[in-house]
């Protein structure tokens, strides 16, 4: 819940250059097997997801 609103305050007070941010930060953790998935906040989730397959590091599905 609280990521959720964290999430939504980053998007409305600093735009989309900290949410670009967020998204780089979870998926390098991702990459460094630091969190899965799983673990990215739901409002993030998709966009990590994408990014990683943008990325190569996983397979769409």
Do not use: C, H, N
Not at 46 to 56: D, F, W
Request: charged content about 25%; proline content about 2%; glycine content about 6%.
């Amino acid at each position: 819940m609280w990521s959720a609103v964290f999430i939504f305050l980053v998007k409305i007070l600093f735009g989309k250059e900290v949410l670009q941010m967020l998204v780089r930060l979870y998926a390098g953790e991702v990459i460094l097997e630091k969190i899965t998935i799983d673990d990215v906040p739901r409002g993030l989730r998709e966009r990590v997801k994408a990014y990683l397959v943008e990325m190569g590091y996983i397979d769409a599905q």
